[in-house]
């Protein structure tokens, strides 16, 4: 069973960081792209990040400069390292392998960015 655990979210003044991670299991997470989603209030999910299995990064142009994701395969875990925060930030974040299929979204975790 897909299991994708969010945490590392909160409340943080624009400018600040935060760390976000991501543990995953019953997936073969060496062999998955991982992203980084988030969907604020009244919009669509968007994927901002990805990673992939060789460790290739992208980013959507609105984080770029400001978000780094990474992945640890040996604690099957993502990360989102976010620095700079602003309040249009603010949202659920969700980790998912963006190639597959289904539907295992975790709970997500909530970043708030106070001006």
């Known amino acids: 069973q897909v299991q994708l655990v969010e945490s590392g979210g909160g409340l943080v003044q624009a400018g600040g960081s935060l760390r976000l991670s991501c543990a995953a299991s019953?997936?073969?997470?060496?062999?998955?792209?991982m992203g980084w989603y988030r969907q604020a209030p009244g919009k669509q999910r968007e994927l901002v990040a990805t990673?992939?299995?060789?460790?290739?990064?992208d980013y959507v142009d609105s984080v770029k400069g400001r978000f780094t994701i990474s992945r640890d395969n040996a604690k099957n875990t993502v990360y989102l390292q976010m620095n700079s925060l602003k309040p249009e930030d603010t949202a659920v974040y969700y980790c998912?392998?963006?190639?597959?299929?289904?539907?295992?979204w975790g709970k997500g975790t909530l970043v708030t960015v106070s001006s």
């Open positions: 019953g997936i073969s997470f060496r062999l998955n792209a």
């Open positions: 990673i992939s299995i060789g460790g290739s990064t």
């Open positions: 998912y392998p963006p190639l597959l299929g289904g539907d295992y």
